[in-house]
């Protein structure tokens, strides 16, 4: 079977976010789900996506699922962009392709310029009482504190500044005690003059991610946030991780649009079969 790497929200190699992508040629039932947690941990990456394509008259094209080197997760942006970008450039679909994942039906849009929008659910943005610890475990002082539901998992942490977002080095130990997968630190920009409205980090070591380089499920709560603070439903957001990336939001009601490019880095072949 062929596997590739995927650097998703970015329009470089060796930026964004990298992903594993695995498209299985059967229409039928997911391998065992221990074969696919040791292939995600031999590519070691935040998430490797395993698509497989739907009959025809089923809800979507492809079933896809998303594992971490530790875990199966609710919801992936840049693995699911990563997989289109597949699709896309493999020619084993064009235009719009649809998923069914555990958060629901997904769509993924391809334009002619390369760039793609994923149709994700907008996450629920409600104010949340900090745990007692989680100033120390962060290393910066909240300004506020949100959930961001089921789907995600996450504490939204707004804070102070862009420096501040961008200094932070958290107790990742400490962290995982605070949320049930992870932290999402945010700021407006300092100068949105740069080409974002806000940027962001995160942190994930409930699922064995210390940080992300660059993550669109976060970015469906960052979306209705930031919106209802800046007042425009059409934003951009800048992870500012080592490797960086950026992710145009666009919050249409309980939907919201991510949008980024990606890069193929490695093609090649798994040989252990499952």
Same mark, same amino acid.
């Given at each position: ?50 698509? *497989? ?10 079933? +896809? %699922?998303?594992? &971490? ?8 942006? *840049?693995? &699911? ?5 597949? +699709? ?6 064009? $235009? !719009?392709? !649809? ?9 993924? &849009? ?13 996450? #629920? ?18 300004? !506020?504190?949100?959930?961001? @539901?089921?789907?995600? @998992? ?37 100068? #949105? ?25 976060? *970015? ?12 425009? %439903?059409?934003? &951009?957001?800048?992870?500012? !991780? ?5 992710? =145009? ?8 649009? +991510? ?8 093609? $090649?072949?798994?040989?252990? =079969?499952?």
């Amino acid at each position: 079977m062929r596997i590739r790497i995927v650097d998703a929200f970015t329009d470089r190699a060796f930026g964004g976010n990298p992903a594993g992508v695995l498209l299985l040629p059967d229409a039928g039932a997911f391998p065992d789900d221990a074969w696919l947690q040791r292939v995600a941990a031999e590519v070691n990456l935040s998430e490797t996506a395993f698509a *497989h394509p739907l009959p025809e008259g089923a809800d979507a094209d492809w079933a +896809l %699922r998303w594992f &971490t080197p530790a875990t199966e997760v609710d919801m992936c942006g *840049h693995a &699911t962009l990563a997989t289109a970008h597949v +699709l896309r450039t493999t020619g084993a679909a064009s $235009g !719009s392709v !649809s998923f069914a994942a555990r958060c629901g039906v997904l769509t993924a &849009t391809a334009r002619e310029d390369g760039a793609i929008t994923l149709d994700f659910p907008t996450s #629920p943005v409600t104010p949340f009482e900090a745990p007692a610890d989680l100033s120390q475990a962060l290393g910066a002082e909240p300004v !506020s504190v949100h959930d961001s @539901g089921p789907d995600v @998992g996450d504490l939204l942490v707004e804070l102070a500044d862009e420096k501040t977002v961008r200094a932070l080095a958290p107790d990742s130990a400490a962290l995982a005690r605070c949320s049930r997968r992870g932290v999402i630190a945010t700021a407006a920009a300092e100068d #949105p003059a740069r080409g974002y409205d806000f940027v962001s980090r995160c942190f994930f070591p409930n699922v064995g991610i210390d940080e992300d380089p660059v993550t669109g499920s976060a *970015h469906t709560v960052l979306a209705p946030f930031w919106s209802a603070r800046l007042g425009r %439903r059409d934003l &951009t957001g800048f992870q500012g !991780s080592a490797r960086t990336g950026l992710v =145009r939001t666009g919050l249409r009601g309980d939907r919201t649009l +991510l949008t980024g490019t990606a890069v193929t880095v490695i093609d $090649g072949e798994l040989l252990p =079969r499952p």
